[in-house]
């Protein structure tokens, strides 16, 4: 534990400080317990006189123990704010603005959620608890063990000789123990994710009239739950049962040598009384490691959870990041797979600059994708993505990331007013700029509509907006930030008349001079393009403009025929309104 510690906070940790202070106290109580024999046995033969100075020496050391304890504790509770939660989840901060954007999938938005959760707990009471407890089982019974060498060094020897077998028998524990608690985590992770996608869905699954269906994807996480929680305590128990026989015979066998002892002589009845109450005290703290092990081996899984994401692999930064000066988009013999199955092949491409391209494909033909490995969601496996002639990777993910703008209704708005979301994207904008943004966008319309107008808020998530309302918010936001790039992901659930002309209007006013990739649903929009690829299963099947793809009478023209004719579109629309 200390190892990883170091791994992730670095050798200044505070923990040697804490180990050296409740190891202190260890002794020290130790020392008050080695303290009992001259008193024990000065009250067993009745000389009460020659137990008091031994008394005041033990209150002494009690005290010192007290107040060592006291102040490593207080140590314990500032460091474990400040270095453990505080430093650690700092680290991760750090980390996590470096990674891949592809990352933050659902499960591992879960998994982070819990460690930030419960894991801040557990890693708070690392310095405090859990190093005094570690202490307190291992110091204590080792002084206890020392002071009883005095009186007799054979019971001493008796105390001793269970420790290997004792240390096994542990380690058994925590070694059955840390699996099933990953194991838990897993789940627990898994299940925060249902409940949220459970009261997320509720809309849709009511008015599908698939409740039950919702209920029962939850229902499932909560069974794996309990299955994981029994599961731990079915193969734990065992090695748990194994350990506390072991602390049990030792003390039994120190017992019987002690009887023996006494009936042969070679020991009074004084020092057996001594040996007998230091005993309990060697028991007693590994007695409470049974239950100390918990806090222990979930420190250990909420470290390894830590290292787990700390060890993602950053997006590598350019040591001399090099400036697009044009902003046409390339894809030189692209292929990439999120696992070992490629979901894009070999694929060239050109997106002209200033220049609106659609993507139009089947489901799951990789039209996302080819979309975020723009912006560097992930990187390539093979061939390059380039802006302007310079590899993305040359350009370094910030300057990357203030070229391009992501116009989605999946957009995320926090719970302020609609204007404060939109000042999101440039921070330093003049209040003119983000006047300028919600006119161009149309967002006006919409504020004026919102019963407090600007005051709004638009609740956690943008819950209090409609679809189209916030992709009017990711518009706004898109022209604020003013790139030389915009990647958009139209809806794909239908938007209301007004919605639709607003939004189709404000897209190719933003659209004007700018290099546009569109993953595109509405014939509208794909047949405004300049440039249409059409990718089936990770590849480019065609390349041109719609005329001449209806020309070539291809797949294109297919999906255009069955879409213009299940829809009743009316194609009415050139690029410009
Ligand atoms: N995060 C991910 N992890 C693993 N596989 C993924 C991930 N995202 C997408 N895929 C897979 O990659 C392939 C391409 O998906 P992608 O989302 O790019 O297609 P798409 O054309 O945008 O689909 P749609 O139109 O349904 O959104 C699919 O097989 C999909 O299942």
């Not at 006494?262 to 490691?289: H, K, N, W």
């Amino acid at each position: 534990m200390i190892r990883g510690l170091d791994e992730i906070l670095g050798r200044d940790n505070g923990m040697r400080g804490q180990i050296v202070g409740f190891t202190l106290a260890g002794i020290l109580e130790g020392v008050v317990f080695a303290l009992m024999i001259p008193i024990l046995k000065a009250v067993v033969r009745g000389d009460y006189g020659a137990a008091i100075p031994w008394v005041v020496s033990a209150a002494l050391v009690a005290a010192a123990c007290g107040a060592v304890r006291w102040i490593a504790e207080n140590r314990a509770y500032r460091i474990g704010i400040e270095r453990f939660a505080g430093g650690i989840m700092h680290r991760l901060g750090e980390h996590l603005v470096q990674i891949p954007l592809g990352w933050f999938s659902k499960a591992n938005r879960g998994a982070f959620t819990r460690l930030v959760t419960e894991g801040t707990a557990i890693l708070m009471s690392i310095p405090g608890m859990i190093v005094a407890q570690l202490v307190t089982v291992t110091v204590t019974p080792a002084t206890v063990a020392i002071a009883v060498l005095f009186v007799d060094w054979r019971l001493s020897f008796a105390m001793v000789v269970f420790v290997p077998l004792g240390i096994r028998a542990y380690r058994n524990v925590q070694r059955a123990v840390v699996p099933e608690y990953e194991a838990i985590g897993k789940s627990e992770s898994e299940l925060a994710s249902r409940v949220v996608e459970y009261a997320q869905a509720q809309q849709v699954l009511r008015s599908a009239g698939k409740s039950d269906e919702g209920w029962n994807r939850l229902d499932e996480a909560l069974v794996s739950n309990r299955d994981a929680h029994l599961q731990e305590i079915g193969s734990v128990d065992k090695y748990l049962l194994r350990f506390m026989i072991v602390v049990q015979v030792a003390f039994l066998a120190v017992l019987a040598l002690a009887a023996l002892l006494v009936t042969t002589g070679s020991i009074d009845t004084a020092s057996v009384i001594v040996v007998l109450v230091l005993a309990v005290r060697f028991v007693e703290p590994m007695q409470m490691l049974a239950g100390f092990g918990e806090g222990i081996s979930l420190a250990r899984v909420s470290l390894g959870s830590v290292r787990e994401m700390i060890d993602v692999p950053v997006l590598a930064e350019p040591e001399v990041p090099k400036e697009p000066t044009s902003y046409d988009i390339r894809f030189d013999s692209v292929s990439f797979g999120y696992g070992p199955d490629r979901v894009i092949r070999s694929v060239s491409l050109e997106f002209p600059e200033s220049s609106v391209t659609a993507l139009v494909g089947p489901s799951g033909s990789g039209k996302t994708t080819l979309v975020r490995l723009i912006s560097r969601f992930w990187d390539v496996d093979e061939g390059t993505v380039s802006i302007g002639g310079v590899d993305v990777r040359d350009i370094g993910t910030r300057a990357l990331m203030s070229r391009i703008s992501t116009v989605s209704q999946q957009v995320y708005l926090f719970d302020g007013t609609i204007v404060e979301n939109v000042r999101l994207a440039r921070p330093d904008a003049t209040e003119s700029e983000v006047r300028r943004a919600v006119v161009d966008s149309r967002l006006g319309e919409v504020i004026d509509r919102l019963p407090s107008g600007e005051e709004t808020r638009v609740g956690e998530g943008g819950s209090l907006l409609s679809g189209g309302e916030r992709q009017r918010v990711s518009i706004a936001r898109a022209f604020l930030k003013d790139t030389p790039i915009v990647l958009l992901d139209e809806a794909t659930s239908a938007l209301d008349g007004e919605n639709e002309v607003a939004i189709t209007e404000a897209i190719h006013r933003l659209a004007r001079g700018r290099t546009v990739v569109v993953i595109a649903h509405r014939l509208s929009t794909i047949q405004g393009a300049d440039h249409i690829v059409f990718l089936e299963g990770g590849t480019v099947e065609e390349v041109g403009s719609h005329q001449d793809l209806i020309a070539h009478g291809g797949k294109y023209s297919d999906l255009w025929a069955e879409r213009s004719g299940a829809e009743g579109w009316r194609i009415d629309r050139a690029r410009e309104p």
